[in-house]
């Protein structure tokens, strides 16, 4: 069935680097994409979110770029630091409910001091 | 800020037992939704009510029945349970027309 997954399930950068975190749907359907960060054993938090009709998007540190010729999302983390390693989920919603989410698979961050 | 109170935090039952996971979201937030997560795997999304009314379903087992009552606190409870049902289970609260939605920390649930 159609879903969203992720190109890397582990990335481990240096301190102070840039992250970049890939993540690709089949849903052209889609219009509304989230990342999350998940620290072990706790709940996802969400991150920085994208509506279809826009192709990047910026936040604090992260930026989050959609190609939806591709179908395409990527997550980008300026200056990625200790707190940052966790596991990164990308998220969609295709429509209907406003937050019936489908989940990619996660990808683990680990960023070495 | 109030976030997503779940509880119990952690929930040990046998097999064939039943549990009850309970929800409170942030005041003011009119929809909840609850997820399953197994070890290793994304967030699997179960079920979702608008009001106090089941908007959308996903993948839940008929063992499984869910509300959210008055006070738009939601209750999920797991019947006959089994082994593969050992999980962490996410609920999340947001105003039906806000993009963004507010996960809790969570009820890990073992089946033994």
């Known amino acids: 069935g159609e879903s969203v997954g992720l190109h890397l399930p582990t990335l481990s950068v240096q301190e102070g680097d840039n992250s970049i975190i890939n993540c690709a749907y089949s849903n052209s359907a889609s219009d509304y994409f989230i990342w999350y960060k998940q620290e072990s054993g706790k709940g996802p938090q969400f991150i920085i979110d994208i509506r279809s009709n826009m192709d990047k998007r910026q936040g604090q540190r992260v930026t989050v770029l959609l190609n939806k010729t591709v179908k395409h999302l990527s997550l980008q983390i300026a200056a990625t630091q200790p707190g940052d390693s966790a596991v990164y989920f990308c998220a969609e919603n295709r429509g209907g409910s406003n937050y019936k989410l489908t989940f990619g698979k996660g990808t683990l961050l680990t960023v070495n001091p | 800020a109030a976030g997503v109170i779940q509880s119990p935090r952690h929930l040990i039952k046998e097999k064939r037992e039943t549990a009850t996971l309970k929800c409170y979201p942030i005041p003011r937030h009119d929809t909840v939704y609850w997820y399953q997560q197994g070890p290793g795997q994304d967030p699997q999304f179960l079920i979702s009510?608008?009001?106090?009314?089941?908007?959308d379903k996903g993948s839940i087992p008929d063992r499984f029945s869910a509300q959210q009552f008055s006070d738009y606190h939601s209750e999920l409870n797991m019947s006959s349970l089994e082994l593969g049902d050992s999980a962490l289970y996410f609920c999340?609260?947001?105003?039906?027309?806000?993009?963004?939605?507010?996960f809790g920390q969570g009820t890990r649930l073992t089946v033994v």
């Open positions: 009510f608008y009001e106090k009314m089941q908007s």
């Open positions: 999340a609260s947001s105003l039906v027309r806000a993009s963004e939605a507010f």
